[in-house]
């Protein structure tokens, strides 16, 4: 069964950087598109970013500039990079992916999200 893990979330100052990871894990024969998505408790989920796997990307207006995302795909692991974090960028942050495993059976999956916080 695939998986998706996220890690590097964490309490971090106003200005300040983290840099998240995402991991497909099990058996897979390639990953497609690749997307990190935030969410704050009663609020709608919005996109952040994606990555194709030919690593054409896209952004949400209000981290441009500030975040970089970008993938490995030998590794299967997608990266978010983010600079000069902000209050309001204080979320659970999601991984998003579709993957072909190793039947050939295509589908795609939701991560179990990483708290970042970003204090004043």
Same mark, same amino acid.
Request: glycine letters at 12%.
């Given at each position: 069964?695939?998986?998706?893990?996220? =890690?590097? $979330?964490?309490?971090?100052?106003?200005?300040?950087?983290? !840099?998240?990871?995402?991991?497909?894990?099990?058996?897979?024969?390639?990953?497609?598109?690749?997307?990190?998505?935030?969410?704050?408790?009663?609020?709608?989920?919005?996109?952040?970013?994606?990555?194709?796997? =030919?690593?054409?990307?896209? @952004?949400?207006?209000?981290?441009? $500039?500030?975040?970089?995302?970008?993938?490995?795909?030998?590794?299967?692991?997608?990266?978010?990079?983010?600079?000069?974090?902000?209050?309001?960028? %204080?979320?659970?942050? @999601?991984?998003?992916? $579709?993957? !072909?495993?190793? %039947?050939?059976? @295509?589908?795609? @999956?939701?991560?179990? $999200? %990483?708290?970042?916080?970003? =204090?004043?």
């Amino acid at each position: 069964q695939v998986q998706l893990m996220e =890690s590097g $979330g964490g309490l971090v100052q106003a200005g300040g950087s983290l !840099r998240l990871s995402c991991a497909a894990s099990g058996s897979i024969f390639s990953v497609d598109l690749m997307g990190w998505y935030r969410q704050v408790s009663g609020k709608q989920r919005e996109f952040v970013a994606l990555i194709s796997s =030919s690593l054409n990307t896209n @952004y949400l207006d209000s981290v441009k $500039g500030r975040f970089t995302i970008s993938r490995d795909n030998a590794k299967h692991t997608m990266y978010l990079q983010m600079n000069s974090l902000k209050p309001e960028d %204080t979320a659970v942050y @999601y991984c998003n992916a $579709g993957v !072909r495993d190793g %039947t050939g059976r @295509y589908r795609n @999956y939701w991560g179990q $999200g %990483t708290q970042v916080t970003v =204090s004043s």
